[in-house]
């Protein structure tokens, strides 16, 4: 089985910075994409951010050029460094990854329990 566990979220004042974390253990052999993903309430989980295992990253467009991916790879860790928060971006943040496992050597996506993020005053 394969386990992804996030940190790093909480509250913050808009303008703001914060930076999760999320770490991949378990049966993984590799692991191609890792992402991040939120989801407000009433509203339906929607992607924030993804990033390859060569490095290539793709973001939303209301999180362009204020939140940046990355990740490493020799720790199976996904970071979202965000900057410049908005109340907008209040969600609960979940982080995706898609793994082949040694068990079956095929893909399966996985997902975290989420962190909560809140931007107020």
């Known amino acids: 089985q394969v386990q992804l566990v996030e940190s790093g979220g909480g509250l913050v004042q808009p303008g703001g910075s914060l930076r999760l974390s999320c770490a991949a253990s378990?049966?993984?052999?590799?692991?191609?994409?890792m992402g991040w993903y939120r989801q407000a309430p009433g509203k339906q989980r929607e992607l924030v951010a993804t990033?390859?295992?060569?490095?290539?990253?793709m973001y939303a467009d209301s999180v362009k050029g204020r939140f940046t991916i990355s990740r490493d790879n020799t720790k199976n860790t996904v970071y979202l460094q965000m900057n410049n928060l908005k109340s907008e971006d209040t969600a609960l943040y979940y982080c995706?990854?898609?793994?082949?496992?040694?068990?079956?050597?095929?893909?399966?996506?996985?997902w975290g329990q989420g962190t909560q993020v809140t931007v107020s005053s």
């Open positions: 995706n990854a898609r793994v082949r496992t040694m068990a079956t050597m095929r893909f399966s996506d996985y």
């Open positions: 378990g049966s993984i052999f590799s692991i191609s994409a």
């Open positions: 990033i390859i295992s060569a490095g290539s990253t």
